[in-house]
């Protein structure tokens, strides 16, 4: 389908509201009916049809078919997180006594719902080194039902080799699962390789504007009226009409907004990869990535997220590097408009600074939509501070 036509018009019935050129918000949790009769019918297609917003609302339902659209799913379900609709899809699929196999390093609250939360549940799980697609055969148990992937993941960029994990698990009929969050639909399709679920945060690029938070899941419309009828009804995490409404308000510049948050990432890592105060840039779509191939395989583009390694001999250099910055808010999240810088020794409170994969001196960037020059500078003169 035309990716215009699925940001602009796909699902907006203008007829049936006035024509109406924005579509209405339905703030309503409830709907009535004349009588009895047309009540007990809808009741029996309360997942199709205006009865209760947990399970159907009109606005709700016309970003859920641009959702699916823009990941060429049969149907999607829109949550009031990306962390929601991770869980409901994971318990969707597993149930006590299943063994679960997920990539290393995912999103941190995908990996406690593993790790700390499935397991009270009778889940097992295994974590694999996602860059070997054999480590993905080897972890297979007689009750393996999902494999879960993330590629690239949002910190250090690994990625999995989407076809060949699909091939695995087809094999041994597992479902496939994977976060996309990072390419927003536009830069990989995972379903068209043959992924079963595809899942994103939608606080990132698909609303767009930091004032959203939300998360969709993509699948075959078995799944997710399988999905509806039991996590999304019961765990209930649904988004309001209104944060539907912004967040279809916010889609209908996907594709400028992602491009070029792209196109500056790409001009920002050029600039930084020859700094003689950066050790190391991590980006997929960096000529110095091991796994460029496998990007340019399976993406379109690079992200706006990346990393980079200071070269500096105190914490105080990445400090001063981070306070420095201007245009560049020190804030977690990325997607939006603006542009971000999230350092790891900010962790230095929590437990997982212990974990050795994030060095103190590391610190994430989100390149947003303004002028990559502007962004440049910024840069510049925070890094002559180091
Ligand atoms: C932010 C994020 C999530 C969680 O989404 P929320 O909308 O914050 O709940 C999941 N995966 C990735 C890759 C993310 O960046």
């Given at each position: ?16 509201y ?11 949790s ?12 809808k ?14 609302n ?19 379900l ?7 609709a ?13 063994h ?7 999103y ?39 494999i ?34 990072y ?34 899941v ?12 039991i ?6 995490a ?31 890592v050029a ?13 997929p ?20 997220l990346?990393?980079?390694i ?45 974990n ?31």
């Amino acid at each position: 389908m035309n990716l215009s036509h699925i940001l602009n018009h796909l699902g907006e019935e203008r007829e049936e509201y006035y024509g109406a050129v924005a579509p209405p918000i339905f703030q309503t949790s409830n709907f009535c009916f004349k009588n009895v009769k047309t009540m007990r019918e809808k009741l029996t297609r309360e997942m199709e049809s205006p009865f209760y917003t947990r399970g159907y609302n009109p606005t709700v339902a016309a970003l859920r078919k641009k959702i699916a659209a823009l990941e060429g799913a049969e149907d999607a379900l829109v949550f009031a997180s990306g962390s929601g609709a991770i869980a409901s899809a994971v318990m969707s699929i597993v149930k006590n006594g299943d063994h679960v196999i997920c990539v290393q390093k995912p999103y941190s609250w995908t990996s406690n719902l593993i790790s700390k939360y499935l397991i009270n549940y009778g889940v097992e799980h295994t974590f694999v080194d996602g860059t070997d697609a054999a480590n993905f055969k080897n972890a297979i148990k007689s009750n393996t039902k999902l494999i879960y992937l993330e590629s690239p993941n949002s910190l250090t960029f690994e990625m999995q080799d989407i076809e060949a994990v699909v091939k695995i698990a087809k094999a041994h009929n597992i479902v496939t699962m994977i976060d996309n969050s990072y390419n927003s639909p536009l830069n990989q399709s995972p379903i068209k390789m043959g992924l079963d679920v595809v899942v994103h945060s939608a606080s990132k690029y698909l609303n767009g504007h930091s004032d959203v938070v939300a998360g969709v899941v993509c699948s075959t419309r078995e799944r997710i009226l399988k999905m509806m009828s039991i996590e999304y009804m019961t765990i209930g995490a649904i988004i309001s009409p209104h944060d539907a409404w912004l967040m279809m308000r916010g889609l209908r510049t996907l594709e400028l907004r992602a491009n070029k948050s792209s196109e500056n990432a790409a001009k920002v890592v050029a600039f930084l990869e020859t700094h003689p105060k950066i050790e190391k840039v991590l980006y997929p779509f960096s000529k110095n990535n091991p796994q460029f191939e496998i990007a340019k395989k399976q993406m379109k583009q690079g992200g706006g997220l990346l990393t980079i390694i200071l070269k500096a001999s105190e914490v105080s250099q990445v400090e001063q590097f981070c306070d420095s910055l201007k245009t560049f808010l020190l804030a977690t999240s990325w997607g939006g408009y603006e542009s971000l810088t999230f350092p790891m020794c900010a962790l230095a409170a929590s437990r997982s600074f212990e974990n050795k994969t994030m060095p103190w001196n590391m610190v994430r960037l989100y390149i947003g939509i303004e002028d990559a020059n502007l962004l440049i500078d910024d840069l510049k003169q925070a890094l002559e501070k180091v």
